[in-house]
Every structure is written in structure tokens, then in C-alpha cells.
């Protein structure tokens, strides 16, 4: 296989997809956010939002954290360090192909 | 690749999203600028000129800077458009006090050179224009609103027209010093642009964004 298109077969799928990708880019920028600022930025509605975050959890790149700020629940959301590694990862790859 | 990068860059934008970065900056420049004033022009003798004054205005200005951000960011942007936690390493405050430093320093280098010209405004201009081009890289690299680059136009010009002030007029603010005069004057435009503008971001902020209904969390 020509090694180009070798690099873009081997794109992680998980950050791939447009919306996933979005909220990598975000997180890895920061240490943690909550749910708010990701569905502000991303303009995401509540019930996509959680599912792309439910797909990255499961993938092991999100950690979850269930909080309270005062009385009101707070949800922070971090990259763990295999998600930071496959977003630099995903971005060498997509670069190469590039 | 583009995209991913501006993305990347949008948490930086975001701490200024409300304007309360500026707002800081303007304060502090103009508790600065009044504290300079106060002891240019106070008599000989008043409290001013003591150290225990200058420590209890400057730490209040240290706790009201400390704090009253945090405090507008918790009760009004993290409910508004969300919390973030930035890592240490991505805070402005090293390129800041790195651009301090270098200000400081050739500012420092150009007195010193000029001995016979000690009633030169140019330093204070030169600081004025770093500032301005340190601000304009700032809202390039981490895309703020455009009318910001209003912002690098007033300091730069305003810098400019200190610098070329009469020295008489200058120093009349600072106890006929003109170099002292043109650091407080250029340090009251900082104050005041800043001000304004994070004013401006602010009033915007306030007027765009609602908090979500409790559910929304």
C-alpha cells in the first residue's frame, strides 16, 4: 500500500469523527472543563455532547468527574494521558497524510 | 490542520471572553499611575512618601487583583459559558512579565546611554509601541475580536504623541520631572484603554450570553 494512504487507514477513527475531534482539540488544550464550556464552544446539543463524550470515555481518552459547584451539579472533563497521546498521535498522522 | 489549531488557540481567547483580563490590566496600570502621582505631587512629609503607605496600597491592589476576577469569572462566566482549569504552563503571565523585563531593559539601556537627556520622553514611548505590538500578537495569535486592533491604535498613537509632548507639560504631572511625567501618563493611557476596552468586552459578554436553566449542567 502506498504509504500515504497507509497513514490516513491508520487516522484513529474514535478522534476522527468531526464532532469527537472538536472536543479533543478543546480538551487537550486545557486540563479540565466542564460540560458547559464544551457545549458553548461546540455548540453541541446536550444529548450529542454526551454521547461523543460517552464514545471517549469508553475509548479511555476522557475522564469523567461528577461534582458540585455550590448546590448545582458540575460535570468536569479531562484528556487522560492515553488521550493526550492519541490526539498528538492523530495530529502526526493526519499531518503526514496532509 | 488549520481548524484543529484555531481550536486549540480558542481556551486562551476564552479567558479574555468576558473581558476581565483587561479589566485587571487597566486597574492595575491605573492604581499604578495614581500611586506615582500621589508621590510626585504630594508635600514633603505625607504619608506617601512612607513605606508603610506604599505597602498597603499596593497589597490592596494585589488582593483586589487576585481576587475580583476570580470573583466575576465565578459568579458570572463559569454559570454563563462554563468553567475551565488552564495548565500552568499556558498562563499569559510569562510572556507578560518577560515582556515587562525587555521594556524595562532597553528602556533602562537607552537612559543610560543618553546621560545629557534625561528629560527624553522616548522611553516611555518605547514601551508604548512594545506594549501595542505585544497586544496586536497577542489578538493575532489567539484571534480576538477585530475591533481590538482599535485598541493597538489608540496606545500606539497615544504613546507617540507622549513622546512628542513638550517636556514642560509632561513633567508638570510628576513634580517637573518629564521622564517620571511621561511614565505616568503612559501608564494612565494603558489604564484607560484597557478599561475602556474590557469595558466594551464585558457589556458584549453580558449581552450575548444568558445562564442556562439549572437542568442545562
Not at chain 2, 95 to 107: E, F, N, Q, R
Request: aromatic fraction near 10%; charged fraction near 15%; proline fraction near 4%.
Amino acid at each position: 500500500m502506498n504509504p500515504q494512504i497507509r497513514t490516513i487507514a491508520d487516522l484513529d477513527r474514535v478522534i476522527h469523527e468531526p464532532g469527537r475531534l472538536m472536543l479533543m482539540a478543546l480538551l487537550f488544550a486545557v486540563d479540565r472543563s466542564d460540560f458547559l464550556y464544551l457545549q458553548h464552544e461546540t455548540g453541541m446539543n446536550k444529548g450529542t455532547l454526551s454521547s461523543h463524550l460517552s464514545r471517549l470515555e469508553e475509548a479511555g481518552y476522557v475522564e469523567v468527574e461528577k461534582t458540585y459547584r455550590g448546590k448545582v451539579p458540575q460535570t468536569l472533563l479531562g484528556l487522560t494521558a492515553a488521550g493526550r497521546q492519541a490526539f498528538e498521535q492523530y495530529r502526526r498522522n493526519l499531518r503526514g497524510a496532509l | 490542520m488549520d481548524e484543529i489549531e484555531s481550536l486549540l488557540n480558542r481556551p486562551k481567547a476564552y479567558y479574555n471572553i468576558d473581558g476581565v483580563g483587561e479589566l485587571a490590566m487597566g486597574f492595575m496600570c491605573l492604581a499604578y499611575s495614581l500611586l506615582g502621582w500621589l508621590q510626585a505631587n504630594a508635600p514633603k512629609g505625607s504619608i506617601w512618601h512612607g513605606m508603610p503607605a506604599f505597602m498597603i496600597y499596593v497589597g490592596s491592589m494585589c488582593l483586589i487583583l487576585h481576587y475580583g476576577p476570580k470573583a466575576i469569572k465565578k459568579r458570572i462566566t463559569y454559570p454563563r459559558t462554563g468553567f475551565v482549569e488552564y495548565p500552568k504552563r499556558d498562563t499569559l503571565w510569562r510572556p507578560m512579565i518577560l515582556g515587562a523585563v525587555v521594556s524595562a531593559a532597553l528602556s533602562a539601556g537607552l537612559m543610560v546611554g543618553l546621560r545629557r537627556h534625561w528629560n527624553m520622553t522616548t522611553p516611555a514611548a518605547l514601551i508604548g509601541l512594545l506594549f501595542a505590538a505585544s497586544y496586536a500578537y497577542g489578538i493575532a495569535r489567539i484571534g480576538m475580536a477585530r475591533w481590538k486592533w482599535a485598541v493597538v491604535c489608540v496606545v500606539a498613537l497615544g504613546s507617540v504623541a507622549i513622546a512628542v509632548l513638550p517636556a514642560d507639560v509632561v513633567g508638570a504631572l510628576a513634580g517637573h520631572s518629564s521622564v517620571r511625567g511621561a511614565f505616568l501618563l503612559t501608564f494612565m493611557l494603558y489604564g484607560a484603554v484597557l478599561l475602556v476596552s474590557g469595558g466594551i468586552s464585558f457589556w458584549l459578554y453580558l449581552r450575548h450570553t444568558e445562564a442556562p436553566a439549572p437542568e442545562a449542567q
